[in-house]
């Protein structure tokens, strides 16, 4: 098990970027880590993952925008989400581990493929 911790939310406007960070409590080179996001009376969503190689997949809903990236010598995840728009407001999560998870797929891995999960940060763009 690993406690994640995530950190960079924060209220911005139309257009603008942020970078979340999610601290890692251990040595978690193997993982396959996952970002989501939720907003109040939806279903969780998938929005980026990265395997231990470093392959990504992304949500379309996302894909252009956002970068996920981690340092593995930091035990660090990172989403960078870039010209934000108002329907990317919601709690952003960081996940571990959906190893076993294929890396070609076209889509990120589903919620129940992970088994830890951060707090989650808040974004909200305002338009």
């Known amino acids: 098990q690993v406690q994640l911790a995530e950190f960079g939310g924060g209220s911005v406007q139309v257009g603008e970027s942020l970078t979340l960070s999610c601290n890692a409590s251990k040595y978690y080179e193997a993982y396959f880590m996952g970002w989501f996001r939720q907003t109040s009376g939806k279903k969780r ?65 589903p919620p129940d493929w992970y088994t830890d999960w951060g707090q989650g940060t808040q974004i909200t763009v305002a338009s």
């Open 45 to 109: 969503e998938a929005v980026a993952s990265i395997d231990s190689d470093g392959n990504t997949i992304y949500a379309p809903s996302v894909k252009g925008r956002a970068t996920v990236s981690r340092d593995d010598a930091k035990n660090v995840l990172y989403l960078q989400l870039n010209n934000l728009k108002p329907e990317d407001t919601a709690i952003y999560y960081c996940a571990a581990d959906a190893s076993g998870f294929c890396s070609n797929s076209p889509t990120p891995p």
